[in-house]
């Protein structure tokens, strides 16, 4: 067993990751299995250990609040059984590159060899007087699911603003768990930045069948507050929105203070290369806060639970000086009602759109085409079809759209088949 990875003059002792969640926590995992024996530290603000935030929008609510499953990702003794100094509830004051450092909001200062900024993001507040009150939920954290699980009662009336994928998806649980639900959305339709116009529509129309009251094209201006509490949502033409609970659900900001006061290069997050390597080559970024190099070219900021395990487990190899190269296409599914919905590439309108399916049947594959090079593909309850069309964007696949047209042709023989 080594003690320590030696990389000639240069050996890594300390590691310091910031921030213990998905993309922090695959990282710990990843330098122990690739052998590193020195120190890790994982140290996350939030005070829970490592977990899944995908279930908070989704199984959380319907379970009433209690988590289910292997809602954390490891287990409470895992991190002293290998080794890993979890600190949790305290938050990173400052990194020092020079000193190799990095302060704790304790007061406390750790070594640091190389530093992961796996930070992530928070979710965006809503700008108005009003929005702190306890009935206004922003949706990031377990704390954040059990105050909203608590307010999502039978007959409960929800006002959700903003219906991409956590506005979408919180909605589909608000109907699940009984409340009547009102939508908000300045876009045309749910989702329309990852599912385009043609699907978003599909999806708005979805959620109208089973009972969401979506208003598209409007905006929300104020909330009136009566005992502490906001009674009613004020939209953009002044109607007035009677609410028991607030939903927001308007985005991220990517939580890269630290890289800022260090004079890390911003962009939209924390600039990377493929290597996971910040404008400082000892620290590194990955997960929701990286801005990093796209598959299809330019850069890319991803939110998605893929991205931050696996690159998370690329920046772990990269801090040891194994040779990395991590862009890959974004992955990500969303659940609602009785609906999986799969995207992988680029939904892009502007490119051809080849369907397997009906998208009446609310069960259907759409591909993405340039030309002949497969660019994306979104999925409605076609799982089995996503898990060859991710293969077919990886590898840039190069087919010919008749047979990808052709339902009796399996799709396993289109990827066996197809030139990349
Ligand atoms: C409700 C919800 C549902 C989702 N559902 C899906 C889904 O169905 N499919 C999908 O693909 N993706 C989904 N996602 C997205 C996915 O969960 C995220 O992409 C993933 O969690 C990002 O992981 P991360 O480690 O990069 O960041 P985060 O999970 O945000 O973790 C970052 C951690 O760093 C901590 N931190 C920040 N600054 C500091 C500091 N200075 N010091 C110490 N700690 C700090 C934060 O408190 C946080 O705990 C969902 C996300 C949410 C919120």
């Given at each position: 067993?080594?003690?320590?990875?030696?990389?000639?003059?240069e050996?890594?002792n300390?590691?310091?990751?910031?921030?213990?969640?998905?993309?922090?926590?695959?990282?710990?995992?990843?330098?122990?299995?690739?052998?590193?024996?020195?120190?890790?530290?994982?140290?996350?603000?939030?005070?829970?250990?490592?977990?899944?935030?995908?279930?908070?929008s989704?199984?959380?609510?319907?379970?009433?609040?209690?988590?289910?499953?292997?809602?954390?990702?490891?287990?409470?003794?895992?991190?002293?059984?290998?080794?890993?100094?979890l600190?949790?509830g305290?938050?990173?004051?400052?990194?020092?590159?020079?000193?190799?450092?990095?302060?704790l909001?304790?007061g406390?200062?750790?070594?640091?060899?190389?530093i992961?900024?796996?930070?992530?993001?928070?979710?965006r507040?809503?700008?108005?007087?009003?929005a702190?009150?306890?009935?206004?939920h922003?949706?990031?954290?377990?704390?954040?699911?059990?105050?909203?699980?608590?307010?999502?009662?039978?007959?409960?009336q929800?006002?959700?603003?903003?219906?991409?994928?956590?506005?979408?998806?919180?909605?589909?649980?608000?109907?699940?768990?009984?409340?009547?639900?009102?939508?908000v959305?300045?876009?045309?339709?749910?989702?329309?930045?990852?599912?385009g116009?043609?699907?978003?529509?599909?999806?708005?129309?979805?959620?109208?069948?089973?009972?969401v009251?979506?208003?598209?094209?409007?905006?929300?201006?104020?909330?009136?507050?009566?005992?502490?509490?906001?009674?009613?949502?004020?939209l953009d033409d002044g109607?007035?929105l009677?609410?028991?609970?607030?939903?927001?659900?308007?985005?991220?900001?990517?939580a890269?203070?630290?890289?800022?006061?260090a004079?890390?290069?911003?962009?939209?997050?924390?600039?990377v290369?493929?290597?996971?390597?910040?404008?400082?080559?000892?620290?590194?970024?990955?997960?929701?806060v990286?801005?990093?190099?796209?598959?299809?070219?330019?850069?890319?900021?991803?939110?998605?639970?893929?991205?931050?395990a696996?690159?998370?487990?690329?920046?772990?190899?990269?801090?040891?000086?194994?040779?990395?190269?991590?862009?890959?296409?974004c992955?990500?599914?969303?659940?609602?009602y009785?609906?999986?919905?799969?995207?992988?590439?680029?939904?892009?309108?502007?490119?051809?759109?080849?369907?397997r399916?009906?998208?009446?049947?609310d069960?259907?594959?759409?591909?993405?085409?340039?030309?002949?090079?497969v660019?994306?593909?979104?999925?409605?309850?076609?799982?089995?079809?996503?898990?060859?069309?991710?293969?077919?964007v990886?590898?840039?696949?190069?087919?010919?759209?008749?047979?990808?047209?052709?339902?009796d042709v399996?799709?396993?023989?289109?990827?066996?088949?197809?030139?990349?």
């Amino acid at each position: 067993m080594e003690c320590s990875i030696n990389r000639g003059p240069e050996v890594i002792n300390n590691i310091a990751i910031i921030g213990a969640n998905m993309a922090g926590a695959r990282a710990a995992e990843s330098l122990r299995s690739a052998g590193y024996d020195g120190d890790i530290h994982l140290i996350g603000e939030e005070p829970w250990r490592p977990y899944e935030r995908p279930p908070l929008s989704k199984e959380f609510l319907w379970e009433g609040g209690v988590p289910s499953g292997n809602f954390y990702l490891h287990d409470e003794h895992w991190y002293a059984a290998n080794r890993v100094d979890l600190r949790l509830g305290v938050r990173a004051s400052a990194i020092d590159l020079r000193a190799g450092t990095v302060t704790l909001a304790s007061g406390e200062t750790l070594q640091a060899d190389r530093i992961l900024l796996s930070t992530g993001g928070a979710a965006r507040r809503l700008p108005l007087p009003g929005a702190e009150a306890t009935n206004v939920h922003h949706l990031r954290t377990l704390g954040d699911a059990t105050g909203l699980a608590a307010d999502l009662r039978p007959g409960a009336q929800i006002v959700i603003v903003g219906m991409g994928v956590i506005g979408a998806e919180v909605a589909a649980s608000a109907r699940r768990m009984g409340c009547s639900v009102t939508a908000v959305e300045p876009f045309a339709a749910p989702m329309i930045r990852a599912l385009g116009d043609r699907f978003g529509a599909w999806l708005g129309d979805y959620h109208r069948k089973q009972g969401v009251r979506a208003l598209y094209g409007r905006s929300v201006k104020g909330l009136r507050l009566s005992g502490g509490r906001v009674c009613a949502v004020i939209l953009d033409d002044g109607e007035e929105l009677a609410c028991d609970a607030v939903v927001v659900g308007i985005g991220i900001v990517p939580a890269v203070e630290l890289a800022k006061d260090a004079g890390l290069m911003l962009g939209n997050g924390i600039m990377v290369d493929a290597q996971c390597r910040t404008s400082n080559p000892a620290v590194f970024a990955a997960g929701d806060v990286a801005d990093q190099p796209d598959f299809f070219g330019g850069r890319v900021r991803m939110e998605t639970y893929q991205n931050a395990a696996e690159q998370g487990a690329a920046a772990a190899a990269a801090m040891l000086g194994q040779p990395v190269e991590y862009c890959r296409p974004c992955w990500f599914w969303s659940d609602q009602y009785d609906l999986n919905i799969q995207v992988t590439g680029r939904i892009d309108a502007q490119k051809q759109v080849i369907m397997r399916g009906r998208v009446e049947d609310d069960a259907f594959c759409a591909f993405f085409l340039s030309g002949d090079l497969v660019t994306g593909a979104l999925t409605a309850n076609r799982s089995a079809d996503m898990g060859v069309a991710k293969r077919l964007v990886e590898r840039r696949a190069r087919v010919e759209p008749a047979r990808l047209a052709d339902p009796d042709v399996p799709l396993r023989e289109i990827l066996k088949q197809s030139a990349s």
